[in-house]
């Protein structure tokens, strides 16, 4: 199917309407851009192999980007964690562990999250219930209070998490 920026608005849009927090809501409209494609090099077939990436995001502070791209990774995690810059090391679409389902879970995957005040202290038990410890917070003092819990208590599981809702 051919990319046309309006199509991926509407994706981006359509997942957006789900998302249950305005202030992540609001943080994400502040960085998307307009969609533009640019060449990638796609490091897992022949050298020189390039696939057309559709950039959406961009934050300034961290240098975060998502794009979209229907090779590669794409059409089962067609949205990816890449750069846009020029330079060598920045040209390749990068691992798969960087690749997402969702627009929104590449964002939550990315640093342009970790501004928001939206991080909790996570408790993951034996059977892998998630408990909410902490009131939102920011995200170094989350992860200092996580890195604290993990100290004292070796025996339970703690991360640092967000409970906003998007799907």
Do not use: N
């Not at 309407?17 to 077939?45: C, F, N, Q, T």
């Not at 005040?117 to 038990?125: A, N, T, Y």
Request: charged letters at 25%.
């Amino acid at each position: 199917m051919s990319i046309i920026p309006e199509r991926l608005e509407s994706l981006i849009e359509a997942e957006l309407a789900e998302l249950s927090d305005k202030r992540v809501l609001s943080h994400i409209r502040g960085m998307l851009v307009a969609p533009h494609m640019v060449l990638r090099d796609w490091d897992y077939g022949q050298p020189g192999q390039q696939y057309p990436c559709w950039f959406v995001l961009r934050d300034q502070e961290s240098g975060a980007e998502i794009a979209y791209c229907e090779q590669g990774f794409g059409p089962r995690s067609p949205w990816g964690l890449v750069s846009s810059a020029d330079a060598p090391e920045c040209r390749h679409m990068g691992m798969d562990s960087g690749w997402f389902t969702s627009f929104l879970d590449a964002f939550f995957d990315s640093f342009a999250c970790v501004a928001l005040p939206i991080w909790k202290v996570i408790r993951i038990d034996a059977k892998g219930t998630r408990t909410c410890l902490t009131d939102d917070g920011p995200w170094e003092i989350t992860w200092q209070r996580v890195y604290e819990l993990r100290e004292r208590d070796r025996a339970s599981r703690y991360d640092c998490g967000h409970d906003i809702t998007y799907r």
